[in-house]
Structure formats: C-alpha cells, structure tokens
C-alpha cells in the first residue's frame, strides 16, 4: 500500500515472480506501476504491507536488497561531460571493484551493451537507445540477480526496441529475474513469461 494525500497510488498489490523469469507489469500511466517498482528498488517506503526480494525486506534490509537488484529508471540523471567509460567506471567504482576487476567487469557490460565501441564518447552525444543501453550497463555492472525495468522501451526506435528484446532474453537465459513495467501490452508480450495487469493501484489480472 502507499498513499499521496487521498490518492492511493497502490492499494494492496501482491504478486510472486519465480527466479529466472520475465515479468510485464502492465498499466496505463498514473495506474501506480513506477510507485510498485520505487518500493521493490529501495527507493521508496510502503505505507503498509511487506515487500521482499529473494527473502530481504526492501524496508527492513534496503543494503542487502540493492545488492541482489539492478534499477532502471524510465529516465536517469546523467553527467553530460563524462565518456561512456567514465560512466561506468564511475559506479564500477562505487560498487567497490577495483584493480583489474574493475576493468575487466567494465569492459564484460561494455561488450554485453554493445557499449564496447564507443567507449569515449560523451553521454551527451548518445543516441535513445544508446543511452537506455547505457542505463542498463550502470544497473549491470554488480551483477545483480534481479533487474527491475520502468518503462525501459520508451521512446526507442524500432531497432533499438530489438536489440532491448534480445539483450533481456540474453539475461533471463543467464537466470536472473525480471521485472518490466510498460503501458503498452505489444512492447512486452514477445519477451516475457508472465504477465502483471495493474489499475487504480490494484493488480487486476495475472
């Protein structure tokens, strides 16, 4: 549950996703799907009710939780002047890899991104696509075995939508469990096992 004022953005929302799979969480705008996924992430506190990833309350144990999970936002704060490599480096370091392993897991994101290519150029001068591939690297980098994705295909072109398809296939053959929210039922429906309907904050169907 979690309230703003009067509005219950989520009202009693429960759901379980099985490890390795690939959930859609479908909902028009305003239907409370970001606020489900602020919650899960650590980025938010539930008004009541629980909620866990692989066993860890998000609210009793957020540390433990952000490092099982990768969060990407439908849109994330960049520094403009920083290289593709920089980025990355930046919170390769913030994950405490250092030496040669920090390199070595750069360059792994760089190359799973289709990254590797164009590791100096700015952020500023990437494509859509480009840059959501680049958020994905940043949630990537520990390794997580949980991704949660708010509305990852927005805005991308149809070639990019593609190559976003091929690259969650690639993580959910790894294992690792997904969570993607979009508001369009087609974006989703060739790359996921499940499927979670949201509307006025309440699971409606799944």
């Known amino acids: 549950h979690r309230s703003f004022g009067p509005r219950k953005a989520v009202d009693g929302v429960a759901f379980v996703i099985e490890p390795g799979k690939v959930a859609g ?4 705008n305003g239907a409370g799907k ?13 008004d009541a009710g629980r909620a866990s990833i692989m ?28 290289t593709v490599l920089e980025y990355l480096d930046f919170y390769a370091r913030a994950q405490h890899f250092r030496g040669q392993e920090r390199v070595d897991r750069i360059q792994d994101v760089m190359e799973f991104t289709g990254l590797a290519a164009i590791p100096e150029r700015l952020v500023s001068q990437l494509s859509r696509g480009q840059g959501q ?20 295909a927005a805005g991308l072109d149809p070639r ?20 993607i929210s979009s ?11 499940t499927m979670l309907f949201i509307d006025r904050g309440r699971i409606v169907h799944h």
């Open 183 to 193: 508001h369009i039922l087609s974006e989703l429906g060739e790359m996921c096992d």
């Open 160 to 179: 990019a939508r593609v190559e976003l398809k091929r690259l969650i296939r690639l993580l959910a053959e790894e294992g690792k469990t997904i969570l």
């Open 133 to 152: 591939r680049l958020c994905l690297g940043r949630a990537l980098i520990h390794d997580p075995q949980v991704l949660i994705m708010d509305e990852p």
């Open 25 to 28: 969480f479908i909902g028009a």
């Open 55 to 82: 066993g860890h309350n998000v609210v009793l144990y957020p540390a433990a939780v952000r490092r099982l999970l990768g969060w990407v936002p439908d849109s994330f704060g960049t520094c403009e002047n920083m």
């Open 34 to 46: 970001t606020t489900t996924l602020r919650i899960l992430a650590t980025l938010d506190y539930p």
